[in-house]
Every structure is written in C-alpha cells, then in structure tokens.
C-alpha cells in the first residue's frame, strides 16, 4: 500500500462519515422483506464501490473495517456486528476481485449485484448458524430476487456518483 | 488497465454492458437453484412448537388449541407460560398460537426481527437477542431431542 496523504485521509473520513450515516438511516427503515427482515439494499456499499474504485481494494479493505467497527459502536448490538461485519466483508470480497478481475468486460452495476446477493447470502448463512435454525435457508430464493434489484439500486448510484461527482471530490492526486 | 483508465471507462460507459448478460444469467441461476432446493425441502405441516433458549428445550405444546404464551427471562432462566396481560414481562416474546399456526405476536427485543417472521406451520422462528428458538415439528420431521 502506498503511503497516504492528508488529502486522501481526509476525503476517505468523509466518506466514513457518510457511510455510516447512510447505514444508520437504512437500519431505521422497517424490514422491505418481512420473511427475511435481516437483509438490507446495503446503500453504504455505493460508498465501498466508490473507496474500491478511487483509492483500490486495499484502502477499501480498511474502509469496511472501520465502518463496520464505527457503526458497531455507534449502533451497540452484539448480534448485528456479526450479521453486518460477515454481510460487508463478503460484499468486499467479491466486488472487489470482480473489478479488477473482469471490469470492464461487465459494468459497475455486476459487481454490485455480485455483492448484494453474497452479502445477504452472508448474512443469512449468519443467521442460521447463530440459531442452529438450517430452515431459514428456505428463504434464499426471495433474498437472492431482492439481492438482485438492491445490487441495481446500488450499482446505478456508484456509477452515477462517478459520472457525475465534480473532480475536485475525486480527485486523490 | 490501470485505475485512472477504469475510471476514465466508467464515465464513458453504459449503465448495463453485454458482460453483464453472463453475471445476471449466473444470478438468476443461483436463484432458480435456490427455488429447487426450497421447494425440495420438506415442509410437512407441525403439529408441535418447541421453545429452545440458549439451545436449551424449555417448553413445548400442541398446535391444535388457540392459546398464548409468554416467554421471559428471569435471573438468566428462560420460561414460557400462559400468557397474563396483568403481570410486567421483561426481556419477552408474546407467542400466539392460530389456527394451527404459532407466531410472535410482540417482544421487547431491540430489532423485533422475530415478529416479521410471521406465523409458521413448520421450520423456525428465531429471536436473536433473546437467544430464543421456536421450532415447529410434525410427524415427518419428528427427532429424538
């Protein structure tokens, strides 16, 4: 990794900042899939793209610690530090081998769907393991339908953000 | 193609590209699996609910009477009982048994994950916070716990 700036450091706590509002603001929302009221759209993960893509995977690596370490804090719930640390850290995984594996071959909003969908498969796999309960697996087939359209939402918003966000934001030189 | 140049690629690309055809077509692959194995799981109506806390069987009844029950944790115990409106339940989940069915009907956990799950004739019924399990047997799926 290479060494970091004031600049960089500052527009990457920025980007914390507004990460972890955004998840905070999400987790007040009632559940959109009542069967499986733990899976989310997952909106901070426009601001994990955005890290992945501006500064590279390893930056965004320390990105999605410290945003999950921040909102734990923040939000103190044992049981949701682990749904949301196991459902972030696979979402990373796969989006960021996906970028710089395949990008450009397939778009910025694959790589989101890749993720949502991983993310909640996580974050289901974290349920059933809490509980001992392997019935919830059932429930796979809406979170994949809904993974789906939240990797959309998430991935038109990124590519929006880059299209559209002036260059005195992004900007990391 | 280095970072600046992906960039450079995402401001001049399409939001969907045909690359795109294979990542969609492997996620509703992975859907379509997932139907297979949900609708291959057998799913025979129950006849029973278990309550587990901390993994523990603590109570179980039959389906078949409409009824309410509480369960609370007391001094680190778990206990379930007929449900009394009068007393005030700490660290509880109201469970309602209709029609052959049993859900939770109201609870003071944080999340109130376990209300959404709704009313089930079979699988489980999970409170994390509380540590609490709710499992619905029948003939079919009958285990020596």
Not at chain 1, 11 to 24: D, E, N, P, Q, Y
Not at chain 1, 132 to 158: H, W
Not at chain 2, 14 to 22: I, L, Q
Request: charge should be neutral; hydrophobic fraction near 50%.
């Amino acid at each position: 990794m290479k060494k970091i700036t004031a600049r960089e450091i500052s527009i990457l706590g920025i980007m914390l900042a507004a990460a972890s509002i955004v998840f905070l603001i999400e987790s007040l929302i009632p559940p959109l899939l009542p069967v499986a009221p733990y899976v989310k759209i997952g909106l901070a993960n426009v601001f994990v793209l955005l890290v992945i893509i501006y500064y590279g995977a390893g930056k965004a690596f320390v990105f999605v610690l410290a945003k999950n370490l921040l909102t734990g804090l923040i939000s103190w719930s044992g049981f949701a530090i682990v749904f949301n640390l196991a459902g972030s850290m696979c979402a990373y995984l796969i989006m960021a081998g996906l970028y710089a594996a395949v990008f450009p071959k397939v778009s910025l909003v694959s790589v989101s769907v890749a993720g949502a969908i991983l993310s909640n498969i996580a974050r289901t796999s974290v349920a059933v393991l809490i509980m001992e309960a392997p019935s919830l697996y059932v429930q796979l087939p809406f979170v994949g339908g809904f993974s789906l359209a939240a990797g959309i939402i998430v991935g038109i918003l990124t590519t929006l953000c880059v299209k559209h966000l002036p260059e005195r934001l992004t900007n990391v030189k | 193609m280095n970072r600046d140049e992906k960039i450079d690629q995402i401001k001049r690309q399409k939001y969907f590209v045909w690359g795109d055809v294979a990542v969609f077509a492997a996620a509703l692959l992975l859907i379509v699996f997932f139907v297979l194995v949900a609708f291959l799981t057998p799913k025979e109506k129950g006849d029973t609910f278990y309550v587990f806390y901390r993994g523990e069987q603590i109570f179980s009844a039959l389906l078949d009477t409409d009824a309410e029950y509480i369960f609370y944790i007391e001094n680190g115990e778990g206990i379930v009982e007929k449900y009394n409106d009068s007393n005030g339940y700490k660290s509880y989940n109201r469970i309602s048994v209709e029609g052959g069915t049993v859900r939770v009907s109201g609870a003071d956990c944080p999340d109130h994950t376990c209300e959404h799950l709704g009313a089930h004739s079979w699988g489980e019924i999970i409170c994390v916070p509380h540590d609490l399990r709710i499992e619905i047997r029948g003939k079919g799926l009958e285990t020596d716990v």
